[in-house]
């Protein structure tokens, strides 16, 4: 099993990580960013998904819920664990969620 900050996974299935936002807001009109450490896994910006390199194929957005954006990860490898941040950027502040 593969760990992630708040989710599980085992190799080569798929994983959803939730990212909350406060207040509850659609996230579709926003710029977010997840990232593990420093590498982007995903940038999504003026309505379009930009898969991180190691990502592309496997990576995509579900900004549907209202105050929730979930990244998910298909085919999860086992240098997918780690923690994951999720950064939102609404208008010019960004506001970090972990």
């Not at 406060?22 to 003026?46: A, H, N, Q």
């Amino acid at each position: 099993e593969i760990h992630f900050d708040r989710a599980e996974a085992t190799l080569g299935s798929n994983a959803t990580l939730p990212c909350v936002l406060s207040p509850k807001i659609s996230g579709v009109d926003m710029e977010i960013r997840w990232f593990k450490g420093t590498e982007c896994v995903c940038l999504y910006m003026e309505q379009q998904m930009i898969p991180g390199i190691d990502y592309r194929g496997r990576v995509g957005l579900n900004r549907t819920e209202k105050g929730n954006i979930y990244l998910e990860l298909k085919n999860v490898r086992e240098s997918d664990g780690g923690d994951y941040l999720c950064q939102v950027i609404i208008g010019d502040r960004p506001k970090k969620k972990t």
